[in-house]
């Protein structure tokens, strides 16, 4: 009885750890399909309103090139204290 109970707790671990690594890929693919999406509709949109794309093209890169922080990293504020 002890060793069937082994068994189903291994068979348990083994299932939850291959969905638990198929979890990280997910998130993986679905970042990149987000991107190529975006990228896509930025290049369709340069057809169509090239002043406004181009506008937005600016903030967002503006958006990217700032140094700061949107979320303060907590360490850095403690030591800043010390």
Do not use: G, H, W
């Amino acid at each position: 009885m002890n060793e069937e109970n082994n068994d189903s707790v291994d068979a348990l671990l083994k299932k939850y750890d291959r969905r638990s690594a198929a979890k990280n890929d997910d998130v993986t693919a679905m970042q990149a399909v987000i991107c190529i999406l975006i990228a896509a509709a930025m290049f369709a949109a340069n057809f169509f309103y090239p002043e406004r794309t181009a506008e937005l093209y600016r903030y967002v890169r503006a958006q990217t090139e700032c140094t700061d922080e949107v979320i303060p990293n907590p360490v850095d504020a403690i030591s800043e204290l010390l």
